[in-house]
Structure formats: C-alpha cells, structure tokens
C-alpha cells in the first residue's frame, strides 16, 4: 500500500508521530499490520478520519510481508530543506505501509505564478497550506507500486480525487477549474458561463511552459491562489468528505477534509463548473423496456472506478425507474480463494470490508444528495443467510447435476473465469470452486428478480450464461431467473481533450 509521509503540522495537536497518525485521534491505534497483538482482525471503523483514506482491508490470513525502507530525512525532502526534523530514519512498513512523521516546514515568501518546477512545487505547496493552518496528510507512492495499484488505492477515495484544470478565457486570460478527476469539464456550458466565449483547456507542454513547471504534465494542484488564479468549482467537490489531489506526478498524494480544501482557497468565483462524464455507455442491443434493473458490482474491479461508475449510473438512471446495486461480498470470498492460500473464514470477511469499502467511496456516486433517485445497496452475504436463497442454490446445483448442458455452461464460465487472471491454477478443485461462485450468484440473482416484476440485469461485461438464459436456452431455470433480461454495457472514452 501506500506510504503515509507526514501530517501537516496542523493536523497533530500535540506534536507526537504515530504508528498511523496521532494516536491521541486515532481510532485505529492498535492496527499494525492488520492485526492486534494478539493476532484477531481489526475491524474496520467508519467514517474514517477526516482528510484520510481509511486504512486497507485486514489481511487476517497472516501478518503481511513487510516492506523494508531506509531513507535520511537529514532536513531534505523533494529537494527542499527545512522539511523534517534532522533524524536519519530507517524502518519497516508492515499492513498498510504506512509511516508517519512529523514534519517541520519552514515559511517560504508570498509565491509568483510564474516561479514554480516540478522539484520546488511539493514544498511550495505544504507551505500554502501550512500557512493558511490547513489539516492534511502527504501520501508517498513507492517507485515499486504500478499504475494498477496506484489507481487501486485512488479508488478509495471515489469523486473526491480532484484535479486542477487551466482554462484559458478570452479577454480574461486563465482560470483554474476545479473538478472531481472522475469527470470531465463540459466545455460548450462552461464557454456558455463567459458569454459565449469560446473557452480553450491547455495541453501538457503549455502547462509546463504557462507555470514554469520542469517538464511536461497535466498535473496542476487545485489551488488557485497558490499561483495567483481564480478559481471555478464544481458544486460536486464539496459532496465527498475527503478530498484529496496529486502535487508534482502521480505518486504524491495531498488528502484533507472537504471543508478544509474549501478553507484552502479564497478567490472563488460564483460560478459553477459545469462537467459531464468522461465515459460514454453503449448497451448491447435489443434491450428490454423493463422498469427496473439489477447492477452487478465485481469488487476490486477497474470497471466500477469512479469514471466508469459515474457513466454507468448517468445511463441507469435514464433508463430505469429502480435499481438494486449487487455487491457480490460473500462471492467475492471465492475469487480470493482463488487468487491464494486464503482460507474461507478469512476470505469472507476479507470480501465483506470490501464490499463496504466500496459504498463508503462510492455512495456519492450512487445516491448524491441533491438526487431524488437513490440506489438500493444489496449484499450477498446477507441474501445468502436466507431459506430461499438455500432452496435456489439447492434447485440450481440439483439442475447443474441433471441438465448437461446447464453443467456445460456452467463448467464453461469456471474455465474462462479462471483464465482471467495470470497464474490461476487449473486443477479439478479450482474449475469447482469456480462454479461454485456461479450458481451461488445465480442464486442470489434469484432472491433479487420477482417473477412477477421482470427486470434486467446489468453488468459492464460479459456474462455469456446470464445471455444464454435471456435468450431461453435453460427453459428449466427457476421461473425468476427465466424473467431477467442481460445489458452488457460497453463503456467508451469519450473523445474530447480534456478526458
């Protein structure tokens, strides 16, 4: 996981470090390593501490591999002095990989627009902070971490990942829009904002050359005042509870409270930025006109990061009057199962953090709250504890022995199900294992659709049974299954600069 830097010096009253952060606030004192002292889970605890990630889903199996670090911190970070106490630190990043300091930060004069690269700017920054007394934490990305496991943690943080964007306004020069990095500025509404000016985004290389910046990126802080800009907000930035934005790359990370981002910046424009999603939603055709749907949620899944979800629930709300949010949690125990040694006790309830995980970050998404459609968040393991999902999965599995071509379609999904993912084992228990997750989803699929109210699945992939059923190739499934129309839903970058 991430590596946790520094807190601000506001952010710590009483000056001490922590295993997390201050121990004094947090409520996640005993974690180490995801697990106690005396080896039992910790139990995830929401909301999470303003301004932070929560921490990462315990891995109760056994205690992680640690990941060994030395670094000096001899009053230099980022190339600029003055920023941790004078210690040389070498340590051991075990759970979360988290590491806290306490940071000493020197004021730096007022700051030119025109003044900053791409060494100085994460200095520069904290300063702007510090000096305003704004709560926040720095989060370091290793070099080791990939784009996936980068983009892995981010999704934690749902719309409240932000990003600056310069705009360039005829006869008013540039602005800095401020927008949840999920979405996308909707260009003609915002030009519209300026009296029909046709309002022009920066590329890499004008961004660099614009604000002095080193080398070519399109990562400018959401901080219009540190570079002398006005600044233009989405209303959707202050939905999230914590925000959070990158500084100089990808791999440093600035996490803070809403309404201490909001603090952050004075020089606000009443105007809202106008955005759309980045994704555009192609569903497969000859769907169905039914009044309700079903989304099927696979966790830890790229498909329902915050861009794609933001495009999916756009289109599901256009086109249906209800729908159920799927969170396969105890499904998801088999795909853990599948990935490692992780026994079934500790895979469910790895996959249940999980699940919950997922609405705490995404419930902004789902059910914003200005919105009058709201989303209903259904999970397995509950579903599962009920008679009639034993009688559906009992049906099914009796069904799977009897009906060779239901086995066929069955053992056909566990094959490619296993394929998916590099270095799954293909013996007889995986391909059974792997079945098992489908006619216990199909089950639950079951317990959700009303025989009596026909509705459609929807899902951002294939699912090649859930077609076959649709189209009446298993006449003998249960008559609620036989009722569910399939939506693959294809998503597709939209186009535009800017996205």
């Known amino acids: 996981m991430s590596r946790q830097l520094a807190d601000s010096p ?17 409520p996640w004192r005993t974690w180490e390593g995801g697990m106690r002292d005396e080896g039992k889970p910790v ?32 009053g230099r970070m980022m190339g600029e002095e003055g920023c941790h106490d004078d210690t040389e630190s070498s340590g051991v990043l075990g759970g979360d990989g988290h590491q806290d300091f306490r940071s000493e930060r020197t004021s730096l004069p007022g700051l030119d627009a025109q003044s900053f690269d791409a060494v100085s700017l994460l200095p520069r920054v904290l300063s702007f902070l510090d000096e305003r007394n704004i709560k926040y934490h720095v989060t370091r990305f290793s070099p080791s971490h990939d784009e996936a496991e980068v983009e892995r943690e981010l999704a934690r943080l749902g719309m409240g990942l932000l990003e600056g ?35 022009r985004l920066l590329a890499p290389g004008e961004i660099s050359q614009r604000f002095s910046f080193e080398h070519s990126t399109n ?50 424009s009443a105007l809202q ?73 500790a895979a469910l309830e790895r996959s249940k953090w999980l699940a919950r995980d997922f609405v705490y970050a995404s419930n902004s998404i789902f059910n914003p709250a200005d919105a009058a459609y709201r989303f209903n968040f259904v999970y397995s393991s509950g579903v599962q504890d009920t008679s009639e999902y034993k009688s559906y999965y009992n049906q099914l599995r009796g069904l799977f022995r009897a009906k060779e071509e239901f086995k066929k379609s069955v053992d056909d999904f566990a094959a490619y199900y296993l394929s998916r993912v590099p270095g799954r084992e293909h013996s007889e228990a995986a391909v059974d294992l792997s079945g098992t997750y489908l006619l216990e989803e199909l089950a639950v699929i079951c317990c959700l659709a009303q025989a009596s109210s026909p509705c459609t699945f929807v899902y951002p992939g294939s699912l090649t049974i859930l077609q076959e059923i649709a189209d009446g190739k298993h006449p003998y499934l249960p008559p609620s299954l036989l009722q569910i129309d399939y939506v693959k839903l294809q998503l597709k970058r939209r186009n535009w600069f800017h996205g």
């Not at 932070?52 to 992680?64: F, G, I, Q, Y």
């Not at 800095?176 to 300026?194: C, E, G, Q």
């Not at 800009?229 to 930035?237: A, D, G, T």
Request: hydrophobic share 40%.
């Open 219 to 268: 990562i400018v802080p959401p901080l219009g005042d540190l570079f002398g800009l006005e600044n233009f907000l989405s209303p959707l930035v202050e939905q999230h509870h914590t925000v959070g934005f990158f500084v100089d790359s990808a791999k440093t990370l600035i996490t803070l409270d809403a309404a201490e981002f909001r603090r952050s910046i004075a020089n606000v």
């Open 273 to 345: 930025v106008p955005t759309r999603p980045k994704y555009r939603v192609i569903p497969t055709e000859g769907r169905k006109a039914f009044k309700r749907c079903i989304l099927g949620v696979s966790l830890e899944s790229a498909d329902f990061y915050a861009a794609k979800l933001v495009a999916m629930t756009d289109w599901i709300r256009r086109h249906y009057e209800g729908c159920d949010v799927m969170l396969g949690d105890s499904l998801h125990r088999i795909t853990l199962r599948l990935n490692s040694s992780t026994d079934e006790d």
């Open 43 to 74: 139990p995830p605890v929401y909301p999470a501490p303003a301004g932070m990630l929560p921490p990462p889903p315990p891995d109760v199996t056994k205690r992680r591999v640690a990941k060994v670090w030395q670094t000096s911190t001899r």
């Open 10 to 26: 506001a952010a710590s009253s009483d000056g001490l470090g922590g295993d997390f952060v201050n121990k004094a606030c947090n």
């Open 165 to 199: 964007v310069p705009v360039e306004v005829p006869g008013q020069g540039l602005i800095l829009a401020i927008t949840p990095a999920s979405l996308a500025l909707h260009l003609d509404d915002l030009s519209k904002l300026f009296a029909q000016k046709q309002v």
